[in-house]
């Protein structure tokens, strides 16, 4: 290796294609997080690699980049696999190098998984692709059926293998890789180093590089954090909204892209706030001539790159907004590390999406803190802090008598030319005074209201099981019963199946019903609708390496009074009657 990766700090190091650098820098990556740098030469090298970091470190980076600085653009059969263990993590780490790739002309990347239309994937990989990314059931699918052709594959990724072996996916591993070309390169990324982590391994794994990126973790008892789940409201529009209502000092916004800098400070500014950027394309002279300016206070915002703002210390320095979420928990915790100093109170407000909620909680992992949920400011508490600041000044500027005395004299003139009302006259001059920042209208439309009302709860509703009440069950009105033979026994938990069921089967995790656990089996209520695909996709399915042996609960097993129903269940799965039973909801939040 020409170069030591503890020395790398810049992609353009790292010898990457030029293309794919071109992304890279256009993505907003300054530098290569830890496990980037010391991944990239490997795989570049063509050597195999396990990687030991958790989510949130920037590794799906750290094989994409160098995989895609490879690819063979005139070869159409697959050239690189790469095993997931969800459908979400499939579909984000395919992004993920479509997005690297958009200066590499031809280009194709395929997510395959279950619960999606087999047919648009079969075409897709009939017409060439030079990556698939899949979950291990869908991918042993379309190998059966020959669809999928491992012939040209040069390189393996098989990433979060423990979550993999965790839901049960070793087999299907094993089974998949053991068709896999004998000269491919493997690279494996986990959390842990479990015995069955090193065994894998140790079986398809040919002298390789180790990795190990240790979890960093800060407490930061003096910020507290905040997150505003994006939907449907602009980011643009929401920030605003803080602005107006949230009392700061000073505020650092920090951006992915210089450019995004720039162009977020000129918004900002034509809203009236007084704002100004920070990059890494100002001379050192001028950004130290901003932070001057916001040290004595002739500047309120900042809008910066990480880069950008490394070192800056501004004691009124009181909120730091993530406008763009990092791109991994240690650049997180840089960026709030920027309030909150000695010993002082500070305030991280975090912007996210839906889809970004592996990041928020790995950042969550890191800090060790709890992220608030906020709910954004209403139109109308804008409009009551807004007219509540101008009653301030109003009143400030009465304190000075002498300041007044000359106008006090224009007062009087108009009153008296005019015939005018000392309400009317000063009516008028609000408006002249506030007419290029009017007050909002005190009422929204009701349809935006039923919408943050939605973004209070949906974080919660969709993502954490322990936001959500307890005791309180589904109908399963439309459902049908299905036992399922793994029960307490085996160490299952309804998180287990619902995981399982929704990521192999496609089913979302709201159309799962009632799921009730026994000794050595459990039941669960799955739509009526299930078409024989699905079912016979369940039937594969493995938890803990076991199967589920899922299929209809027998007629004459079906509950006919509360405690018939308990004695029947107990009876066929070799419980004791005496035994406590406990139900549980199916909203639990999907792996």
Known sequence: MSQSSETITSFEELSLAPAVLKAVQESGYETPSPIQARSIPHILEGSDLLGLAQTGTGKTAAFALPLLSKVNLSQKAPQVLVLAPTRELAIQVAEAFQRYARHISGFHVLPIYGGQDMRGQLRSLNRGTHVVVGTPGRVMDHIRRGSLKLDDINAVVLDEADEMLRMGFIDDIEWIMERTP???QVALFSATMSPPIRKIANKYLSE???????AKTATVDTVSQRVWMVSGMHKLDALTRILEVEPFDAMIIFVRTKTATVELTEKLEARGFAAAALNGDMSQGLREKVVERLKRGSLDILIATDVAARGLDVERMSHVV???????????????GRTGRAGRQGSAILFATHRERRMLFAIERATRQRIEVMTLPSMSDVRDIRIKQFKGEVVENLADADKLTQFREVITS??????LGFEDLAAALCYMAQKERPFPEAREPELRHHREKRERNHRGDNFRREDRPRGRERSNEGMVRYR?????EQGISPRDLVGAIANEGGISGSSIGHIRLFETCSSVYLPANLNENTLAILKRVKIRNQGLGIRLWEQDSAPRGRGESRKRSSRLCGEEGRRSRKSFSSKVSRH
């Open 182 to 184: 004998e000269k491919r």
């Open 208 to 214: 390789p590089a180790y990795v190990e990126i240790k």
């Open 322 to 336: 993530n406008y763009d979420i990092p791109y991994d928990t240690e650049a997180y915790i840089h960026r709030i």
């Open 414 to 419: 108009l009153v008296q030319e005019h015939d």
């Open 484 to 488: 399922v033979d793994l029960g307490r």
